[in-house]
């Protein structure tokens, strides 16, 4: 059995502006935009440019048994990958993207520039309500590592 890491939820707090910088500054790819039941608020899934895991924005869904829900901003360690680290950059810089330059981790913590060793190389940004993202550089696209 596969356990496949498929969506993942970011707490936002306006919908629709986070929806506008995940599609328009970040390229992520419109799934679904709806409202399922009548009264119970609105899911939003976005895709990024090549991946198999989405996520979800959403607004008055009742919290899962058991799990509160995250503050919007809270959430940080989130991840993307790609293959050339600066054209990432420039893309998200032309998009409007408020990005860090590119780092890498040292002996004496990050410092800014690509890094020697293979997967050593990172930007960092955030969305609209803090919500803390990473790229790094990978050595090869995914269907050849």
């Not at 058991?66 to 360690?77: D, V």
């Not at 002996?107 to 020697?116: A, F, M, Y």
Request: hydrophobic share 40%; glycine share 10%.
């Amino acid at each position: 059995m596969e356990w496949t890491l498929e969506v993942v939820v970011v707490p936002v707090t306006d919908l629709d502006r986070a929806k506008a910088f995940y599609v328009d500054r970040c390229g992520f790819r419109a799934e679904i935009d709806a409202s399922f039941f009548e009264g119970v608020g609105r899911f939003v899934q976005l895709t990024p440019p090549g991946s198999r895991c989405s996520v979800v924005l959403e607004s008055g869904m009742p919290d899962p048994p058991g799990q509160p829900r995250m503050t919007p901003g809270a959430l940080r360690g989130l991840q993307l990958c790609v293959t050339d680290i600066e054209k990432a950059r420039a893309e998200l810089v032309k998009r409007g993207v408020e990005v860090s330059p590119v780092l890498h981790v040292s002996g004496s913590g990050w410092v800014e520039g690509r890094g020697e060793e293979s997967w050593n190389s990172f930007l960092f940004f955030q969305d609209p309500d803090g919500n803390g993202w990473a790229i790094q550089e990978a050595p090869a696209p995914l269907a050849q590592r």
